[in-house]
């Protein structure tokens, strides 16, 4: 089993990117697959949750209308995307899915 994040890095406040969670070795896809964050010294947060099937978002309030979770079930990708990037976005992101965790990607907003 892998979950394997990309697409992180440094962008300018008010930018944009596009997270992308690759997943293999499941037998099943999972119900809920979720992108979470962690910035230094605070903990980890969940951002958004997508549900399969349905297709059932939910998001945190502090990236409501600016982030964008989807999933491409015969890629078995997850995405997120990020737009008008601020810099309390700064964080290392994490994909979870189905009960595995992602190493985890960098991403900096400079302000």
């Known amino acids: 089993v892998q979950v394997v994040e990309s697409g992180g890095g440094l962008v300018q406040s008010g930018g944009s990117l596009r997270l992308s969670c690759a997943a293999s070795g499941f037998t099943l896809r999972p119900y809920i697959m979720s992108w979470y964050r962690q910035a230094p010294g605070k903990e980890r947060e969940l951002v958004a949750a997508i549900t399969n099937p349905g297709g059932v978002t939910t998001y945190a309030d502090s990236v409501k209308g600016r982030f964008t979770i989807s999933r491409d079930n015969a890629k078995n990708t997850v995405y997120l995307q990020m737009n008008s990037l601020k810099s309390d976005d700064t964080a290392v992101y994490f994909c979870?899915?189905?009960?595995?965790w992602g190493q985890g990607i960098q991403v900096t907003v400079s302000s």
């Open positions: 979870h899915y189905g009960g595995y």
